[in-house]
């Protein structure tokens, strides 16, 4: 396998303090750092004035494929993924057919094997009654439960098949968390209302926490691993920090960081979601839970839909927003804005994700650690433009937004795939391993 040498690069360490120097890349791994390596080497990379970071891993993406490629698919979504300093995903079991068995997990691991320039891993989703196959369908990065319905058909709503499913296995459970019964009554109560900004009343805060107090309850009876995907209210945060067991994690998007109800009036239905972006005092919650450990790292739900789809009259409106080309850099402005620190950064981007989900030798700059790795313009901002995604719908609801730490290089495995706006052929994304 080939011999990488990044020269000169601005190493992040995982304290967050600055390593000035070398890096060699050898079989897939970091093979030394110093401050001058001279090797023999297939390709050398001047990253004079670049901030070489570990390659993010979003641990919450939807790439729609099988069923839905004409939105994106592995190859597309790994491409979005890898241009945003992305080197590992997640994703969703929402697809057509959903993922819920072996069959379904192993026809998705085997077009990723083909098409994927990220390393990857998958959900296996719950139904009623596929106890079976989500305790045992392999590799699996764990169990995904939606307790409220969004995009597709998975929905678990009843508490006895919640409970069987939490008191049946060891497996990590992910939970999209709103309440189903209180969205369905709350969509009959605001039947008459047809502007968009109606989607956070009907799915409103106590949707979301209802849900997140009775996966909480049942994890903690059954001491069984739970994750609460995109936490987005503060009377979530000021829950989980209370009464947050050891076995516990949850993750927030930058969507829910940096968005809320103000923007239905700029952007509309582009940015309707579920759970739903909310008001300002939730944003300044989900910062703070971040900084004190309430919420553990962050995650993008990269969730594509055409224009056409989006912009259609609500609630006719598609759910959902693409993001894993921008997670990055978004959070790195906001970095340079004092608002995080480099050590955050990684934590929550990086090894936060690897150490919930057991992925091994993952998100931090050691020797001996896997080289995926993000070399990023820290120094100049570049507006966001819909016309530069990668992603197949070629949108973002950041269009315009002025942002640093754009990615130059992205390297997977110890190879370039990334490359000043390319993608280098012949470089291929690994399954990943959950311990
Ligand atoms: O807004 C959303 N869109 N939330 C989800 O949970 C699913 C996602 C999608 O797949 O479109």
Redesign the pocket.
């Known amino acids: 396998m080939s011999k990488l040498l990044i020269r000169n690069a601005r190493v992040a360490r995982p304290d967050g303090s600055i390593f000035e120097g070398d890096l060699l890349c050898h079989q897939g791994v970091i093979e030394r750092m110093a401050p001058q390596i001279s090797a023999t080497v297939d390709e050398t990379l001047n990253a004079e004035g670049m901030l070489l970071l570990p390659g993010v891993i979003d641990p919450q993406v939807?790439f729609r494929e099988p069923g839905k490629e004409y939105k994106e698919d592995l190859g597309s979504g790994s491409r979005a993924a890898v241009k945003g300093g992305v080197t590992s995903f997640l994703e969703?079991p929402?697809t057509i057919p959903p993922t819920t068995t072996q069959a379904a997990l192993d026809d998705k691991l085997k077009r990723a094997a083909e098409k994927c320039v990220a390393n990857y891993g998958f959900f296996i989703g719950a139904t009623p009654d596929n106890l079976d196959a989500i305790n045992h369908a392999h590799p699996a990065c764990g169990i995904k439960i939606?307790m409220g319905a969004?995009?597709?058909d998975l929905l678990v709503d009843k508490a006895e098949d919640l409970e069987r499913i939490f008191a049946n296995g060891e497996r990590l459970i992910a939970v999209?968390a709103e309440d189903e019964a209180r969205i369905r009554a709350r969509r009959e109560q605001f039947k008459n209302r047809h502007d968009v900004a109606a989607h956070s009343e009907i799915r409103d805060n106590l949707c979301a926490l209802l849900a997140t107090e009775l996966a909480l309850a049942f994890s903690k009876k059954y001491r069984r691993r739970l994750h609460i995907?995109?936490l987005s209210t503060h009377e979530e945060v000021e829950l989980l920090r209370r009464d947050k067991p050891a076995w516990v994690t949850a993750e927030v998007i930058p969507n829910h960081l940096l968005l809320n109800v103000d923007d239905y009036a700029r952007l509309g239905s582009l940015v309707?979601?579920?759970?739903p972006i909310r008001r300002p005092e939730d944003n300044a919650a989900l910062w703070a839970g971040l900084h004190d450990g309430a919420i553990d790292f962050i995650a993008t739900?990269h969730?594509p839909?055409t224009l056409e789809e989006k912009r259609a009259p609500y609630p006719g409106s598609?759910?959902?927003?693409p993001g894993v080309e921008t997670s990055l850099p978004l959070m790195l402005t906001e970095m340079k804005a004092g608002r995080c620190t480099l050590a955050e950064i990684q934590k929550w981007m990086c090894h936060g994700p690897a150490a919930a989900y057991g992925i091994r030798n993952k998100g931090k700059i050691l020797e001996g650690w896997d080289a995926d790795l993000t070399l990023v313009d820290i120094d100049r901002a570049r507006a966001v433009r819909d016309e530069d995604m990668f992603t197949k719908v070629r949108w973002s609801p950041f269009h315009g937004r002025e942002l640093y730490g754009w990615p130059l290089y992205t390297i997977v495995g110890g190879q370039i795939v990334y490359d000043r706006g390319k993608i280098r052929a012949g470089v291929h994304g690994r399954p990943l391993t959950f311990t």
Request: proline share 5%; no cysteine.
């Open positions: 939807h969703m929402n939606f969004s995009t597709g999209h995907l995109h309707q979601m579920n759970p739900d969730a839909h598609a759910a959902g927003m």
